[in-house]
């Protein structure tokens, strides 16, 4: 199943953080904070602004971005679970 988001919303899917053992405590996935890299998987054409134009969106499918950690909606499509926000709820586009 493929999904397009509307105006100014992106789709993207957490990713998973490499685990850290320390002191040989193993932390339970339900303890675990929420990572806050994740890759765009899908965006939408942009909002209109005043002048009834659309703006183009700053991200594309596939850039690595830092989202907050409660940011956004958490949608679960065919066994995959996905966060859908608006544009400025993304902090930063990750860049090599």
């Known amino acids: 199943m493929k999904i397009r988001p509307l ?3 992106v789709v993207v899917k957490r990713l998973e953080q490499k ?8 932390i339970p996935d339900t303890a ?5 890299e994740a890759e765009v998987v899908a965006v939408g054409p942009g909002k209109f602004n005043d002048d009834g134009k659309r703006a183009p969106m700053d991200v594309k499918a596939g850039d690595r971005i830092l989202i907050g950690k ?6 679960k499509i065919d066994e995959n679970e996905y966060v859908i926000l ?9 860049e090599n």
Request: no cysteine; proline share 3%.
């Open 7 to 9: 105006h100014d919303r």
């Open 19 to 26: 685990e850290q053992v320390r002191g040989g405590i193993i």
């Open 86 to 94: 608006r544009e400025d709820e993304i902090l930063a586009v990750l």
């Open 32 to 36: 675990k904070e929420k990572p806050q």
């Open 70 to 75: 409660y940011s956004g909606s958490e949608i």
